[in-house]
């Protein structure tokens, strides 16, 4: 089946450090969503993107949809404590079908 | 606080038992979800309701039956569960279609014996 390859697995951050997490695809994707886990909690939805080319911002957290559609990363600027969970990718390979497929995920710890 | 809520939080139960899981969202979303998670993988899509109506069954074995009686309400029949169906079971929705936002409840933690 179609997948979506989501690296790295784990991150371990300094308090203050930069951290990215990166999702690619080999066929064009309709449009992707990041959720993010709490260990312990569920999936909440961050941001989706559809455009190819597209760049969202919400403060510290910087999303881009790469221009051929096939790639995605999310970029955290200064990681706080507060950002410690497991950030998934959610890609929809065809429009209108219901259907997301989860990268495996990148779990991110912080060290104050 | 989530708006999409799920019940119950844990449910223990045998391989020969009958239960169900229930999930309820008040946010008029027509489209809802059935999740599976296993611990340090990401959820896997079991079921999805369109308009109360089943519109992907992901090959999930009949010993997972789902139910959804209105637009509010998705059910999860469970009997003759296997060791290997232990897991977190997560409960989402969105407005119509998969290219929205999808709304988790916080899950039925689900133990076979």
């Known amino acids: 089946g179609q997948q979506v390859m989501q690296i790295p697995q784990y991150q371990h951050v300094q308090e203050g450090e930069d951290f990215t997490t990166y999702c690619n695809s080999s066929t064009t994707l309709s449009n992707i969503q990041w959720y993010k886990q709490r260990p312990g909690g569920h999936p909440v939805f961050l941001i989706q993107?559809?455009?190819?080319?597209e760049v969202k911002k919400q403060k510290r957290l910087t999303f881009q949809f790469g221009e051929a559609k096939k790639n995605s990363s999310l970029h955290i600027t200064a990681t706080q404590t507060t950002d410690v969970g497991t950030y998934f990718c959610?890609?929809?390979f065809g429009a209108g079908s219901y259907q997301l497929t989860f990268g495996k995920g990148t779990k991110l710890s912080v060290i104050p | 606080d989530t708006e999409v809520t799920q019940t119950p939080k844990h449910l223990v139960m045998g391989m020969t038992n009958k239960k169900s899981l229930k999930c309820e969202q008040h946010m008029g979303h027509r489209a809802m979800y059935w999740y599976k998670q296993k611990a340090k993988k990401p959820p896997e899509l079991m079921f999805v309701y369109s308009y109360e109506k089943l519109s992907i069954n992901e090959s999930v074995p009949s010993r997972f039956s789902p139910e959804c009686p209105n637009s509010s309400l998705l059910n999860l029949h469970l009997h003759a569960l296997q060791p290997e169906d232990s897991a977190l079971y997560l409960c989402?929705?969105?407005?119509?279609?998969?290219?929205?936002?999808?709304?988790f409840g916080d899950g039925t933690r689900l133990s076979i014996l």
């Open positions: 959610a890609a929809e």
């Open positions: 989402a929705s969105s407005h119509t279609q998969a290219n929205q936002p999808q709304h």
């Open positions: 993107l559809v455009k190819s080319g």
